[in-house]
């Protein structure tokens, strides 16, 4: 049990009062976290501004991020532990999230030490003997929000840019997930980031992002987790810097030829993985006429061979989802696709809240379960007559964020990355896919700004131009 109080000004404080974490799968408290009241909402952010009036040189930002990397490598079987209790998460897949999250650390320290300027040439009349050299300044302080879904390495693809562009953060963790961000401010703490730099807020999630959404010493907000929230965050501080990383229906297209087993690979990691609740989970499968049935008598067994239940089983893959009505909202979806006339192959049930994994055939494109983000177990197979029209159903969303297509074609590889309408594209790999320094973000509902460590550094920073003449 982890009993955890506000990080502020690099002191543990209490809250105005306290609520309970607990665990998706069996509802057994697996913590506490401390509810702010407004003024230390408030307070975090002073702090936060007081911290950038002292010199942390990029060096020094570096090492911190170093030594950072190397305590939690020491600690990751505590992490593992908090982490996969409170977010239900499979201890598996807990601590594939905490090498990536060192992994993180590591750039994010490369980068301090890679901030740099470029020169800038002038056109003669300027002046005959001009200068000009651009600066990289950081914007100021950053308040970051993050989900539940990865509750270590998302909230580290926050902190480790900030930290190393010279901002100082204001972090508010999902309440679903404040202990593992907790346990990483303590172990900032350790390895030397300087009070203040970094400060975590738990408490009412609405109070406290409008607090900073109004707060004149917040310069940025960077936010990911579902697309309506993100963008009425945005909708409410317009003046201030925005990175929203939000959700998606992440499409996969088969095309004819295309390595079914591969596919189907793709499809069983991406989709189900966490129980789907990535914000790249494939949740929309398209096959190309050819390939359909081929590729639905490989997915239904494959699906059917995964292990559902209890995150603590090293066996396990797909977990509880994180709360009832995300059972509700899956089971609704499911079965209002059911009356619609499409075919449930395996799954559609719960257990609790496990979800079964779920491959819904011949949906209708208006259903929510392919127009919405489902964000759980369920994946959605629907027959195209060929790549134009796969294409076609692909950027038929309001998402935008990761998509792939499989196929021996380089025409169709080239015609699918030149025209699908994502962030990313993938060609014969899952869209689930993400490397840590990868630039990364989406288009349309799926947000705007790029995450990826030297990315999200650019983010963060003014490049100031200094210009010198001679007298
Ligand atoms: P969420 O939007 O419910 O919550 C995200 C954060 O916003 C949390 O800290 C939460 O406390 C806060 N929040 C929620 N409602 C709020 C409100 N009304 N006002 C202010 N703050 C509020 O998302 P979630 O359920 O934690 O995470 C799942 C979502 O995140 C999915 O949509 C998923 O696709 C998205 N996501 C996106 C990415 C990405 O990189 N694009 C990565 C992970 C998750």
């Known amino acids: 049990m982890r009993d955890q109080k506000l990080f502020i000004d690099g002191t543990w404080v209490p809250g105005h009062d306290t609520a309970t974490v607990r665990s998706p799968y069996d509802d057994r408290a697996v913590g506490s976290y401390a509810v702010a009241g407004e003024q230390q909402v408030a307070d975090a952010v002073h702090a936060a501004r007081r911290a950038m009036e002292r010199e942390w040189s990029p060096a020094a930002r570096a090492a911190v991020l170093r030594k950072a990397e190397r305590l939690l490598e020491e600690r990751s079987a505590e992490f593992v532990e908090v982490l996969s209790a409170e977010a239900g998460k499979p201890v598996t ?10 992994t993180t650390l590591g750039l994010s320290a490369e980068e301090a030490t890679r901030l740099s300027g470029e020169f800038v040439p002038f056109e003669p009349g300027v ?5 000009a050299v651009t600066v990289p300044v950081p914007v100021g302080v950053v308040a970051a929000i993050t989900p539940f879904n990865f509750p270590l390495n998302l909230v580290l693809h926050k902190i480790g840019p900030a930290l190393a562009a010279g901002c100082a953060v204001v972090l508010k963790p999902s309440e679903r997930t404040p202990l593992t ?3 990483l401010a303590e172990l900032l703490a350790e390895a030397g980031v300087p009070a203040g730099r970094l400060n975590v807020v738990t408490g009412a999630p609405e109070q406290i992002v409008e607090i900073w959404a109004d707060d004149p010493g917040v310069a940025v907000l960077t936010f990911t987790g579902s697309s309506a929230v993100g963008w009425a965050l945005k909708a409410r501080s317009p003046r201030k810097r925005h990175v929203l990383e939000l959700g998606s229906n992440t499409a996969l297209l088969a095309d004819t030829g295309a390595d079914l087993d591969a596919v189907v690979d793709a499809i069983v990691t991406g989709g189900f993985t966490f129980a789907g609740q990535a914000c790249v989970s494939v949740q929309r499968v398209y096959a190309v006429a050819e390939v359909y049935d081929a590729l639905l008598a490989k997915l239904v067994p494959a699906v059917e061979a995964l292990v559902a239940g209890d ?9 509880p989802v994180i709360g009832d009505g995300a059972v509700e909202r899956l089971l609704g979806w499911i079965e209002k696709a059911r009356v ?3 075919s449930v192959l ?8 496990v979800v079964a994994p779920t491959v819904v055939a011949d949906v209708s494109p208006q259903t929510d379960l392919v127009c919405g983000e489902a964000f759980g177990p369920v994946v959605t197979v629907q027959r195209v007559a060929d790549l134009e029209a796969g294409i076609g159903q692909v950027n038929d969303s309001r998402f935008g964020l990761n ?4 196929t021996r074609d380089v025409g169709a590889a080239l015609a699918f990355a030149r025209r699908a309408e994502a962030g990313t594209v993938m060609v014969n790999v899952s869209p689930s896919f993400r490397g840590d320094h990868m630039p ?6 799926s947000g705007q700004g790029r995450e990826g460590v030297r990315y999200a550094v650019q983010e963060l920073v003014d490049h100031k131009l200094v210009l010198l003449a001679g007298q």
């Open 127 to 131: 002046g005959t003997d001009v200068l």
């Open 440 to 445: 990364y973000g989406g288009v349309k509902d």
């Open 311 to 319: 995150p603590a089983d090293e066996r396990t893959v797909v977990g």
């Open 93 to 102: 897949a807990a601590a594939g999230e905490i090498v990536r999250a060192r």
């Open 346 to 353: 395996t799954g559609g049930t719960a257990s609790g809240r």
């Open 181 to 183: 961000a907790g346990l």
């Open 403 to 406: 998509t792939a297509i499989f």
């Open 340 to 342: 619609d006339g499409a």
